[in-house]
């Protein structure tokens, strides 16, 4: 590795703080720790736990040093001091790495040869790095199994090392928290909540856990099977469409450097791999840019609601609907390029080509994990058939084109097929932080100023700070826009400062009028299906996206001529029914945790009780009929908006009406209505909106009557 | 068994969490007196505690499985410990707790029973070392110098027990009401 840093020895009077790696005076320059220094001084010391840009740890003993006066020290926790006398490489570390990685060996499922992570694992390449030549401890007993419950993540249990990254990236980084570590001594593991699959639980499926594990215990969940099948079915049209960050990051694979443009050279390895057509998502996403622009302008118009959160990362659309069901009135309607894309092949360009639609096989190349759980939601299925019949990352794209034997790095390059392989330097930057907001405020530039609207550089948005804020002036002097308007805008990605950013804009801290999201560091440059790479190769696909915009005759989704074309003969209007139709969406509170609603309240629960403890409370099941079940919910919508009091309510009034026998009272988990206050299910009936302060009255309404009257029995099975 | 989530119940589960604090700094004492109120954590409560102290439900489970003295399963009406402190272990405390595990009738690697009669745990030092072995009852009766035989008969009353009184009156996961506790304690004192 080499060494670009100057590295001259302390001559006196200078005030630069110096310490001595392995012999060699290494200055010290606001490194965190031991290991960071080093790390400039081109040693790599092994580690499992230890990630830049997350918290340190401390857990994996991988990095231990020798630092002279001290003894061993682990180097991710040891601040650098002047003068420090650090040694990586004695017999004693040497010794006890190996011990270490043996251990973690001992307890892991050491199936190297049909793992997925195969080349790429980093418990292998210390193993190999260090000539682990056996492992003295015994193999595991017993097997857990493999959690395939996510639509766009496996985790193997049998291959987790405990290094906890995972877990940091998702609370940290992500601010969700889905995977944590849980029971205690030889039992402790990383798991979902309850130990329940990653699909049941808060999951977001961005994938950033499965950037940072270190094995194979965190892996995409793999669809190259149905891809292959598809180009092998001779009835079948395979359709691929490969999204703007794809094409900066595919090369990696194959030894390009990050933001190389690849696109060419990936269309012609898909097609030899025997994939029909090949268009371009940059496509859709000018037609994104185009319906969020006027969505916006007609927000701004009609008076809201604002600000307009993009809707562009299914990760960030899930985390809405987890977490901020008030705000899910505030996401853009519009599709993703992704879904858009979709909707446009298969009912748009299939009849065009005289194909059935579901003879159309679209396959989406997505830097994205979270892309995957989007493609199979219910909305973008008409018919039976999905809009998207399957997703696959670019790592997954890079192993297809692998197996096949394809050298990408000499394939010559192929365009895109037409009409939808092209898209406007603005579409392309869709593949990164800020990208999209750029997009959007060139949009409406050439719709305030028309013809002669000027080359917009939007920089303010631009790069991986963690949040960016600009103001634009829409004041185009014509008449035409609306004019000395501004328009405040605001760019985050990563989740955690997402929520911190929407809490700010509840409680009125910051007022914007467009927010960009995008769940992965950097954007979706830095996606979850991406080659695993640090901060900078994310900056530097970035890079190579405005690399490539720079280049692009086409500045903005206006100029697009394919655009046009489609509203012509197919959308009519913007805002048509039809656009409405294929390109809009709808958005719905979604209950964090899986299997925890409503298990209170179950008839058998209820005569189960009824020979308990508090038999009299349920003495119900001895009156005719059944008792009327009541549920309030005390999800997170509902809880912050006081359900615990509505309960208490409730509870107050079932004694003063002696209906406590007539009334099976239960608090119950989210019934996905969370943006409409606190809801109450009374019978079969969902009441929305209840508050504090309307319980009483919701209850005479609703619940007196119905139970002191004939008890109704839905024909359910007596307790 | 109450549903943990029956109205009257939660409203307790309410007051505790409110007692507390709602913070997160409060977790652990909440989770004390919910595995007080409720012999063990069900699921639903857990995830209404994260959702009160603003954590995530992970963070909550990943508590409540790590220190010993929380449960996430039910636990059967009688709790029997076994001491396995180093006075009872040298004393044969491993005989008495297979006696006891086999008497129960518990199947390898489970700790409570399906009809939810018993649940069996091996404990550190009850501070009874003079009486070594030791088992305890719902942490009320306390039993020394068991052996083998004893503790199989000690499990054959309780059983009987459980037949001739089918409401729980004590320390069983669905015994919730305060006559329940009363009853415990006078039986715990004619035991003693
Ligand atoms: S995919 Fe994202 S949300 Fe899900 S566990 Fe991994 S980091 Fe957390
Ligand atoms: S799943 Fe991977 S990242 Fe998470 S703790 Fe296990 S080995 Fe580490
Ligand atoms: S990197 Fe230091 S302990 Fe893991
Ligand atoms: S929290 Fe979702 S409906 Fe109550």
């Given at each position: ?67 002279e ?69 015994g ?15 496996v ?50 499926n ?41 094409r ?26 025997g ?48 977490y ?115 997009a ?18 939007f ?5 991986h ?20 308007d ?50 900078e ?23 697009n ?6 509203y ?18 709808r ?83 989210c ?14 009936r ?34 | 068994?109450?549903p ?5 119940r ?28 409720y ?8 995830t ?25 399963e ?18 044969g ?14 199947e ?85």
């Amino acid at each position: 590795m080499a060494v670009d840093i100057k590295m001259t020895p302390p001559s006196a009077g200078e005030d630069k703080a110096w310490m001595t790696i392995d012999g060699r005076q290494v200055p010290v320059e606001g490194e965190r720790n031991i290991l960071e220094v080093a790390r400039k001084a081109g040693i790599d010391i092994p580690n499992f736990c230890y990630h830049s840009e997350l918290s340190v740890y401390g857990a994996c003993r991988l990095c231990l040093v020798e630092v002279e006066g001290r003894g061993v020290v682990a180097s991710c926790s040891t601040a650098p001091e002047a003068g420090m006398v650090v040694h990586t490489n004695t017999q004693r570390i040497r010794r006890l790495r190996r011990l270490t990685l043996e251990l973690i060996l001992a307890d892991h499922d050491r199936e190297c040869t049909t793992c997925v992570k195969s080349g790429a694992c980093r418990l292998q390449e210390l193993a190999n790095r260090f000539g682990l030549d056996r492992v003295r401890f015994g193999e595991r007993d017993g097997r857990e199994p493999v959690d395939t419950s996510s639509p766009s993540l496996v985790r193997d249990p049998n291959k987790c090392i405990l290094c906890g990254d995972c877990v940091r990236m998702c609370s940290e980084v992500q601010g969700i928290g889905a995977i944590e570590f849980a029971y205690r001594g030889s039992e402790t593991a990383v798991v979902p909540a309850f130990d329940k699959g990653l699909g049941d639980v808060d999951c977001v499926n961005c994938g950033q856990c499965v950037q940072v594990c270190p094995t194979g215990a965190l892996t995409v969940r793999s669809e190259t099977e149905r891809v292959w099948e598809a180009i092998h079915d001779p009835d079948t049209t395979v359709v691929v469409q490969m999204a703007p960050a794809v094409r900066v990051a595919l090369g990696e694979a194959f030894g390009l450097d990050p933001g190389t443009q690849a696109a060419g050279k990936v269309v012609a390895a898909l097609k030899s791999l025997g994939v029909d057509r090949v268009f371009d998502t940059t496509f859709a996403a000018d037609l994104t840019a185009w319906e969020e622009t006027h969505e916006f302008l007609r927000r701004r118009k009609e008076g809201g609601p604002l600000p307009l959160f993009t809707s562009c990362c299914p990760a960030w659309v899930r985390y809405c609907e987890q977490y901020h069901a008030d705000l899910l009135k505030n996401l853009s309607t519009c599709r993703s390029p992704q879904q858009m894309m979709g909707s446009v092949l298969k009912r748009y360009w299939a009849p065009r080509q005289g194909l059935e639609p579901d003879r159309v096989f679209v396959v989406s190349l997505m830097p994205c994990t979270a892309k995957k759980f989007e493609a199979a939601r219910p909305e973008f299925v008409r018919e039976g058939c999905p809009d998207v019949d399957c997703v696959i990352t670019t790592g997954e794209a890079a192993a297809m084109i692998r197996e096949a034997g394809i050298d990408l790095e000499s394939i010559p390059e192929e365009p895109f097929d037409n009409p939808l392989g092209m898209g406007s330097g603005a579409a392309v930057i869709f593949g990164t932080t800020g990208g999209v907001a750029e997009a959007v405020v060139r949009t409406v530039a050439g719709i305030v100023h028309g013809q002669d609207a000027p080359r917009v550089d939007f920089t303010p948005v631009r790069g991986h700070r963690g949040l960016k804020e600009a103001t634009v002036d829409l004041s185009g002097g014509d008449g035409k826009g609306e004019s000395g308007d501004r328009v405040r805008v605001a760019v985050v990605h990563g989740l955690a400062r997402a929520g911190e950013l929407v809490r700010a804009v509840k409680e009125g801290r910051v007022d914007y009028d467009l927010v960009e999201v995008m769940a992965c560091p950097g954007g979706c440059v830095g996606g979850g299906g991406q080659p695993v790479g640090p901060g900078e190769t994310r900056a530097a696909r970035s890079r190579g996206l405005y690399r490539i915009d720079r280049r692009s005759q086409l500045h903005r989704p206006q100029d697009n001529p394919h655009i046009a074309r489609l509203y012509r003969e197919w959308l009519g209007e913007v805002g048509s029914h039809m656009a409405h139709e294929a390109l809009h969406t709808r958005y719905h509170p979604h209950r964090r945790i899986e299997g925890v609603r409503a298990t209170a309240s179950t008839p058998a629960a209820a005569g189960a009780a009824a020979a308990g403890a508090e038999g009299d409370a349920f003495a119900a099941a001895k009156v005719p009929g059944e008792p009327l079940e009541v549920s309030v919910c005390v999800g997170t919508g509902c809880y912050l908006r006081g359900s615990h009091h509505v309960l208490r309510v409730f509870n107050r009034l079932l004694d003063e009406r002696g209906l406590r026998d007539r009334v099976n009272l239960s608090a119950t988990f989210c019934l996905e209505k969370c943006d409409r206050g606190v809801s109450v299910k009374v019978g079969d009936r969902l009441i929305t909106g209840v508050g504090p302060d309307t319980a009483a009255e919701v209850f005479e309404r609703e619940v007196s009557g119905r139970a002191a009257g004939p008890v109704e029995t839905p024909g359910r099975r007596q307790g | 068994m109450v549903p943990a989530f029956e109205g009257r119940r939660f409203e307790k589960l309410n007051d505790i969490i409110e007692r507390n604090g709602r913070t997160p700094s409060s977790l652990i004492p909440i989770l004390q007196e919910v595995q007080e109120e409720y012999r063990y954590l069900p699921e639903e409560v857990l995830t209404y505690v994260a959702t009160a102290l603003g954590l995530p439900p992970s963070a909550v489970f990943g508590v409540a499985t790590f220190y010993a003295q929380f449960s996430t399963e039910p636990k059967g009406r009688f709790v029997i410990k076994v001491c396995d402190g180093t006075a009872c272990h040298v004393r044969g405390a491993d005989t008495v707790h297979f006696a006891v595990r086999r008497a129960a009738g518990l199947e390898p690697g489970r700790k409570t029973t399906d009809d939810l009669t018993f649940t069996v745990e091996q404990v550190n030092c009850v501070g009874a070392c003079s009486m070594a072995p030791v088992v305890t009852v719902n942490d009320r009766r306390v039993y020394g110098d068991m052996t083998q035989k004893e503790a199989a008969a000690l499990v054959e009353r309780l059983r009987k027990e459980a037949e001739e009184e089918p409401v729980p009156t004590e320390g069983a996961g669905d015994g919730v009401g305060t006559a329940g506790e009363r009853a415990a304690d006078g039986a715990g004192g004619a035991a003693g």
